[in-house]
């Protein structure tokens, strides 16, 4: 009888024990589950890699045929494009679901149902800058357009069609490791992702940090610093001397403008804000500038580098639809990419989209804010948080007419009265989802205009080339209408805004364009769109060297084929230090020791090419940093938000005005310029470099003279900058680091630390048909158990291109498979 | 016999858990155990060998062929989080060791519960018709 007991005692035991192996503890997973061979990782292991096969699947009206090629590239048959979306929705499902799921859940403000209260501060800046009310009133109009509702919601059904028959057990092992599982797809989650991008490409509002230095720094620091039109010279999207033949339609006068507001403010969650990253490139020649004398188009779009890959390519064909290029998993369609007519690509625009304006509240209480002379009670969006393993949390924002408070009292603990209200453009109702639709069906220039139309947030550059010898390009979004400098780009109080000029917006006709310049090619690289003589106010935040490298690569250029232009999307030249190099060298005084010797020699003999296997890039953009550390060290180490000047603007404060007068060095009784700025940067940076190559001392002499190897190799560019394709989860072991990739920031090659030409892409139109060349730093596959997790890596960062098949019917396809 | 339950115990395992949950290997194995004999010992070793042996080859099966792909960047990622070195032996030693052990204590605790008596009167139950397993 005892042993019955002890029998009965030891399987509750084992009960409670499975119980406790089948909960996630903290930020473990289930163990018991997570191990288990038939239900845990070792299964996730079984996913199979999709290529050189087909699936049918059965739509809501007939059978689409997915074609897999030897890269993992779905080719996608059907006979009608609600099939067709739905088969993509199903595709996109099938390799990218986890990716899809949790950045909706990033997007949303819903990161603490995954994993707990650690993101409830970034939950609730997602939901407090508004991209939730953002996303459901552009469904609104989605839904309201018959073929964009289509669009979403046979796509949504082909996602959910997938999820639906996947077990528990072949879920992406991301679920498992998370410990979730998926939920069904929305089609307002496909409207949140278009949101997710508007604020990943605009929301690194500079309004407080403008604000700031204006007040800190005064008018005449401030143009010297953030010019709208950076001294020298530009060389903007729209060749300089094109005629605007319109007439421009600002009813409002300069009486309008609103004072500033006198005080400094703070961003208290600066990290949450997308990074100034520009790095975007696309271009188009003409039959002028090539071989064939047919056109070329690129792109490579810079983006955070992440795993899984932010692009899936795919290819698109039913009667009357032929397209191929590369869309972001969540979304229908083509973004990038091209037809049998034409081929398209897009850059950020970098125009201002928000304004922020100081709130007067009426008392103490907080529930009225001044606008006009009344004062207007507020209305509240009141969101709610499920936290795992926690209770829900309630957040309540106020909302007043141009748009919320960000930070107050409970979010960012800004207690005084310096409450700001932003207004963000991506939050008017759009339908962006009809541009990619048209621009996927379009057969000539007047289609992709009319396609452009619809396109609303986050402003870009579409760059066009077709298969007649037209070329053009023209940045479209809703864009603000401004016209007295200054308008738009610093904190003015609410009670004093103009809501009809905040609302209005430059008619679409008249955004920056041009079509077939005598130059012979156009191109955007996120430079100013335009010169002074456009009529309206364009300002944002510009880069000014990658579009002159490749104006003049271009300029020059003559029968070119797309390998050369494969060469331009991969140059790794430094403008930056072509320019300011000399001049920095020149400055200098260089103290008589080896480490000092060593850098200025290589610094000194270096071609400008930031190759990954060099040295000399490590040294100079280290110096950089420390010269515009010295220079600004006005800004460091107070509570008030600041931005640093764009590097161009530094140099050329540099070159013609070393006395300006941030040069000098706040903690020291002496007055520097720009020469002491040079030395002292100099001397931080030989500091820097010679404790990196410096080996610990208590080492044995064997393993003394390995480390002064691996030391020599951390200096090497590609390990000191260190370029890494991140996991989404910021999971390391599912992470690539130290990518063999050369170029940065400020060049045509713009991988950096983190962000990086996030898909190359050359469209060719040599043999009257175009054909593509492209390649991405991830794979087709989101699914780390696979090899096409990484898969492009390698050719991506040499340099490299796959050749895309875009076959012309369901039977070529297959037949291209079978003869694997 | 041992050698039977051992397989019974890895093949029902094997079976069930296509369509039942991660711990049914040790449901199988209680089971074995009331059904089988009730000499603890030797049904712990019969758990341990059964569900151990399954795992152990399941997992090796499946890491196989996808060349240690997924399960070195678990290995690298426990490493991360206890910071210590984990390879994908400990990861697989683990694994087998987990269900080894359960399975071990599962069959026991089977084998526990019912003495020769219970066992005798389950026997003759089911002879006599009183309990039929039906079958689909």
Request: negative net charge; hydrophobic residues 40%.
């Given at each position: 009888m005892a042993k019955k007991i002890t029998g009965v005692l030891l399987a509750v035991l084992l009960v409670v024990l499975v119980y406790f192996l089948n909960k996630p503890l903290g930020d473990t997973p289930a163990l018991g589950s997570f191990l288990s061979p038939t239900h845990g990782f070792w299964k996730s292991a079984a996913a199979k890699e999709n290529r050189n096969t087909s699936i049918e699947i059965k739509g809501p009206k007939g059978t689409a045929t997915i074609v897999y090629d030897e890269i993992g590239i779905p080719h996608i048959f059907a006979e009608n494009e609600e099939d067709l979306m739905y088969a993509q929705g199903y595709a996109e499902a099938r390799d990218r679901l986890w990716q899809m799921e949790f950045q909706m859940y990033a997007a949303a403000g819903r990161l603490t149902e995954l994993v707990g209260e650690k993101a409830l501060s970034m939950d609730r800046f997602s939901r407090r800058i508004g991209i939730v009310r953002a996303a459901e009133a552009s469904l609104v109009e989605t839904e309201k357009n018959p073929v964009s509702k289509m669009l979403i919601e046979s796509f949504t059904a082909g996602v959910n069609a997938y999820i639906d028959q996947l077990k528990p057990a072949d879920y992406p092992v991301e679920y498992k490791l998370i410990g979730y599982q998926p939920e069904h797809w929305t089609p307002l989650k496909c409207a949140l992702l278009m949101k997710y991008m508007a604020k990943d490409l605009t929301y690194y509002d500079t309004d407080v940090e403008n604000s700031n230095a204006l007040r800190v720094f005064g008018e005449e620091a401030y143009q010297k610093m953030y010019p709208d039109f950076p001294a020298p010279a530009i060389d903007p999207i729209i060749p300089v001397g094109t005629k605007w033949d319109f007439k421009s339609v600002d009813s409002f006068s300069a009486k309008d403008k609103n004072k500033l507001t006198a005080a400094l403010y703070q961003n208290p969650y600066k990290e949450f804000y997308s990074s100034k990253f520009y790095g975007s490139n696309n271009w188009c020649v003409n039959g002028s500038k090539t071989k064939s004398g047919k056109p070329i188009?690129?792109?490579?779009?810079?983006?955070?580098?992440?795993?899984?890959?932010?692009?899936?390519?795919?290819?698109?064909?039913?009667?009357?639809?032929?397209?191929?290029?590369?869309?972001?998993?969540?979304?229908?369609?083509?973004?990038?990419?091209?037809n049998e007519n034409i081929a398209w690509s897009v850059t950020n625009a970098e125009r201002d989209v928000i304004n922020n304006f100081s709130v007067e509240y009426q008392d103490k209480n907080r529930k009225a804010y001044k606008l006009g002379n009344e004062y207007v009670p507020f209305e509240y969006d009141v969101q709610t948080y499920k936290v795992k393993g926690g209770k829900d949390i309630v957040d309540s924002i106020r909302l007043t007419k141009v748009g919320s408070i960000v930070y107050d009292e409970t979010y960012g603990e800004i207690n005084d009265q310096k409450h700001i209200a932003t207004y963000w453009r991506a939050e008017e109702p759009s339908n962006d989802l009809m541009t990619f639709y048209y621009l996927n069906h379009a057969k000539n220039q007047q289609d992709y205009l009319d396609a452009l139309k619809y396109y609303s947030c986050p402003g870009q550059n579409f760059v066009y080339a077709d298969v007649n010898n037209n070329i053009s390009i023209k940045q479209q979004g809703n864009f603000m209408l401004r016209t007295v400098s200054g308008d738009g780009s610093f904190v003015t109080p609410l009670a004093n805004v103009n809501i009809a000029k905040l609302k209005a917006r430059i008619p679409v006709e008249q955004n920056p364009y041009v079509l077939n310049p005598e130059r012979g090619f156009c191109c955007s690289a996120n430079q100013n769109p335009v010169d002074k003589t456009y009529p309206y106010l364009t300002n944002g935040i510009y880069e000014n060297y990658r579009n002159r490298v490749i104006n003049s690569t271009l300029t020059t250029a003559t029968n070119y084929t797309w390998q050369d232009m494969g060469k331009l999307q991969n140059?790794?030249?430094?403008?930056?230090?072509?320019?300011?190099?000399?001049?920095?060298?020149?400055?200098?005084?260089?103290?008589?020791?080896?480490?000092?010797?060593?850098?200025?020699?290589?610094?000194?003999?270096?071609?400008?090419?930031?190759?990954?296997?060099?040295?000399?890039?490590?040294?100079?953009?280290?110096?950089?940093?420390?010269?515009?550390?010295?220079?600004?060290?006005?800004?460091?180490?107070?509570?008030?938000?600041?931005?640093?000047?764009?590097?161009?603007?530094?140099?050329?404060?540099?070159?013609?005005?070393?006395?300006?007068?941030?040069?000098?060095?706040?903690?020291?009784?002496?007055?520097?310029?720009?020469?002491?700025?040079?030395?002292?940067?100099?001397?931080?940076?030989?500091?820097?470099?010679?404790?990196?190559?410096?080996?610990?001392?208590?080492?044995l002499s064997k393993q003394n003279a390995a480390e002064t190897e691996t030391n020599k190799e951390a200096v090497l560019w590609q390990h000191y900058k260190n370029t890494s394709i991140t996991h989404l989860a910021r999971l390391n072991a599912f992470s690539v680091k130290d990518v063999a990739i050369g170029g940065y920031n400020n060049i045509v090659n713009a991988a950096s630390e983190g962000a990086g030409p996030s898909w190359r892409m050359i469209v060719d139109f040599a043999s009257g048909k175009p054909q593509c060349y492209g390649v991405y730093p991830g794979g087709q596959s989101g699914n780390p158990a696979t090899k096409g997790f990484t898969e492009f890596i390698d050719k991506w960062s040499k340099g490299e291109y796959y050749k895309l098949h875009f076959f012309d019917s369901k039977e070529t396809a297959l037949k291209a498979i079978k003869s694997k | 016999m041992f050698i039977v339950k051992v397989l019974a115990i890895a093949i029902l395992s094997f079976l069930g858990t296509f369509f039942l949950p991660w711990y049914t290997p040790f449901i199988v194995a209680f089971l074995t155990g009331i059904a089988l004999s009730n000499k603890p010992g030797n049904n712990f070793l019969a758990g341990l060998f059964g569900v151990g042996l399954f795992w152990l080859g399941y997992a090796l099966f499946l890491d196989i062929r996808n060349d240690h792909l997924l399960s070195g960047k678990i290995a690298a990622l426990f490493s991360d989080s206890l910071k210590t070195d984990i390879s994908v032996g400990i990861l697989l030693l683990i694994t087998t060791l987990l269900g080894a052990l359960l399975g071990g204590l599962s069959a026991m605790a089977g084998a526990m519960i019912m003495d020769d008596g219970s066992r005798a009167r389950l026997r003759k139950a089911v002879k006599s018709g009183r309990y039929t397993l039906k079958m689909k």
């Open positions: 188009l690129c792109g490579d779009p810079h983006l955070n580098l992440s795993l899984p890959s932010i692009w899936y390519s795919v290819q698109l064909n039913c009667p009357g639809l032929n397209v191929e290029g590369v869309t972001i998993p969540g979304a229908p369609g083509v973004i990038i990419g091209h140059n790794n030249l430094s403008l930056l230090a072509k320019e300011i190099l000399p001049t920095l060298l020149s400055n200098l005084s260089v103290s008589d020791d080896a480490e000092s010797n060593k850098i200025a020699a290589a610094l000194k003999s270096w071609n400008y090419m930031a190759d990954y296997n060099t040295d000399a890039p490590s040294y100079f953009y280290k110096f950089w940093d420390y010269v515009e550390q010295s220079t600004y060290d006005e800004m460091e180490g107070t509570a008030t938000s600041f931005r640093l000047p764009e590097p161009y603007n530094t140099a050329n404060l540099i070159i013609n005005d070393a006395k300006f007068k941030l040069f000098d060095v706040v903690n020291t009784d002496t007055v520097e310029t720009a020469k002491e700025v040079i030395n002292i940067a100099f001397k931080k940076t030989v500091a820097f470099f010679s404790q990196l190559s410096k080996p610990s001392n208590n080492m | -």
